[in-house]
């Protein structure tokens, strides 16, 4: 992956030296009351950069928004986690008494029907 990216990063780089030797020609640049002269390449290069940054600057507010609210959802996940941990460790000691008790009943159904007892004699 860091091969194919270097690979990337330099057929960028080529292309942008190329664009630069063939776009060498000086141009004027009047901003406001500012005036500036240079080559194209170099005026197209910074046009780019700023509407990048100005772009991204104006995009912040979202990204951040964006962040917190998966920070706040995978909060509630691992809340939700936690209370299924215990909701599920709950039931299994419920089941568990369940099963105790079953086995205690049915040990006292045994003796209550036990010929020792008349059957019509209350228990």
Do not use: C
């Amino acid at each position: 992956m860091i091969g194919i990216l270097t690979l990337l990063a330099l057929l960028i780089a080529i292309a942008a030296v190329i664009f630069a030797v063939q776009n060498s020609t000086p141009i004027l640049v009047h901003f406001l009351a500012w005036q500036a002269q240079g080559s194209m390449a170099l005026v197209l290069l910074l046009t780019f950069t700023f509407g990048v940054l100005f772009g991204l600057l104006v995009s912040l507010p979202a990204v951040i928004k964006s962040m917190r609210k998966v920070s706040n959802l995978t909060r509630k996940i691992e809340e939700k986690n936690y209370l299924i941990e215990n909701l599920d460790h709950n039931l299994m000691e419920a089941t568990n008494q369940i099963k105790v008790l079953q086995v205690t009943q049915k040990g006292s159904q045994t003796e209550i029907n036990s010929p020792d007892y008349p059957e019509d004699m209350p228990v």
